[in-house]
């Protein structure tokens, strides 16, 4: 029931994908690199980690980072400094930084808010809701849209529904869990 094609050129994948969106055959794309390699992927994994390990700063920078916050490299080195002293970036958040940039200030209150709604659900609900929720309070799927301008039609919704589906087959509901078994699986 599966086939896999190997493709030598990226640039040819957007053929492909709109002629199986045409057909209604269902499909995955891996461009390159593992599926959990992918950047949208990795984005999400590291919004699971920051939420399973809130002190974990290079999850945490990653999640700050991701499209589905954006904040900035500048609010970043910021964030991680405070009067000469590394601080954590979970700390600096709460701490309502005011050294950064109007925008950056808004981004990180927004992150606040989402991860102050996240966090009491995590090892509670399925990983799978968990993702969901994740996915619908950064309006993901919006920000997927967004960047795919590869003319795949959805590719990267594609991958992310992947995940989802890999977290509900997992049937995992701690976090560490689900990303302890993706790493066997991958």
Known sequence: DDVT????????????ENAFEDANIAFVT??????YDRAEIRDLLNLLRALADPG???????????PAFGITD??????RWKDGVTCHYW??????PD?????????ARRVVRILDELLPLVDRI????????LVDATDYRSILAIEDTSGGGGRLWRNLD???EDAQASGKVNVRDFLEYLSVIN
């Not at 891996?30 to 599926?35: K, N």
């Open 126 to 133: 399925p990983v799978s809701e968990l993702l969901k929720k």
């Open 56 to 66: 974990d700063d290079l999850a945490m920078a990653g999640l700050l980072r991701s």
């Open 30 to 35: 891996v461009a390159g690199q593992g599926f």
């Open 99 to 107: 050294n950064l940039s109007q925008a950056d200030r808004e981004r």
């Open 91 to 96: 700390a600096a958040l709460y701490d309502e």
């Open 162 to 164: 992947k995940l989802i």
């Open 5 to 16: 094609l190997l493709i030598r050129a990226y640039t040819t994948f957007p053929h492909y």
């Open 74 to 79: 500048a609010a970043l080195y910021q964030l």
